[in-house]
C-alpha cells in the first residue's frame, strides 16, 4: 500500500470523523456523499477516489470505534464474552443510529463484502480465540466443536441487534438481552463448575 503524506492522512481523518458525526447525528440515510465532501472540504471526485461508495465510507469510519471496544476489553473466558458484548453494547446504546447504519449495511451485503468479514467473520475469529482458551482452562465440556461454536455465537449474538433493529428489543434493554443470549446459548456447553457463577444471568431462567 502508497504511503500518504501526514496532509493526506490528516484529510482523511477528518473526512472519517465527520462521516462519523453525520452517521451517529442522521442515520444511514442521513450521509450524502456531497454534502459531505462540502463539510470536509474536498471534492466529490476525491472523496470518491478514496472510498468507493457510501458503504465503504462508514465501515473504514467504524472501523476506529470497534477497535476502541476491542482495545478496552479485558478479562478472560466467559468474563471476557461478557465484557466485550457488554461495551459493544454501550456504544450501540449510545450511538443508535450508528449502529443501526452498520446492521443495515451488514443485513444487505453479499457474502464475499467487507463489512461482513469486518462484522461477523472478524467476531467468529474472536469468539474462537477465546472458546479455545475456555477449553484450555476446563471452562468447556469435553467434545465441543469450538469452530462450530464460535460461528454459531456470531449469529446468534447479531440476532439480538436484528431484533432490536425491528423493533423487537428496547433500546434500554439491548445490554441485558446481548448478555442473557450470549449465557443461554453457551449454557449447554459450560462445565457445572462454570454454569453456576453464570446461570442467574440467563435470560430464559427466571
Do not use: C
Not at 33 to 39: G, K, Q, T, W
Request: glycine content about 6%.
Amino acid at each position: 500500500m502508497k504511503a500518504i503524506t501526514p496532509r493526506q492522512q490528516d484529510r482523511r481523518d477528518r473526512i472519517l470523523e465527520i462521516t462519523r458525526q453525520q452517521v451517529a447525528q442522521l442515520g444511514y440515510d442521513g450521509v450524502n456523499m456531497r454534502e459531505l465532501a462540502v463539510e470536509a472540504d474536498v471534492s466529490t471526485a476525491t472523496l470518491y477516489n478514496l472510498f468507493n461508495s457510501k458503504d465503504e465510507l462508514i465501515l473504514a469510519a467504524s472501523e476506529a470505534l470497534l477497535v476502541g471496544i476491542a482495545e478496552q476489553v479485558e478479562g478472560r473466558g466467559v468474563q471476557r464474552l461478557i465484557n466485550q458484548l457488554e461495551a459493544t453494547a454501550d456504544v450501540i446504546i449510545s450511538h443508535p443510529n450508528y449502529a443501526d447504519a452498520m446492521g443495515r449495511m451488514l443485513f444487505a451485503a453479499e457474502a464475499s463484502a467487507p463489512v461482513v468479514k469486518m462484522m461477523i467473520d472478524n467476531s467468529r475469529r474472536g469468539y474462537e480465540t477465546v472458546l479455545r482458551q475456555m477449553q484450555a482452562d476446563g471452562e468447556l465440556v469435553d467434545g465441543v466443536y469450538i469452530d462450530k461454536l464460535a460461528r454459531n455465537l456470531a449469529g446468534v449474538i447479531w440476532s439480538v441487534n436484528l431484533l432490536w433493529m425491528k423493533g423487537f428489543i428496547a433500546l434500554h434493554d439491548f445490554r441485558e438481552e446481548y448478555v442473557g443470549m450470549l449465557i443461554s446459548y453457551l449454557l449447554p456447553w459450560l462445565t457445572e463448575d462454570t454454569k453456576a457463577d453464570y446461570l442467574g444471568r440467563s435470560w430464559l431462567i427466571r
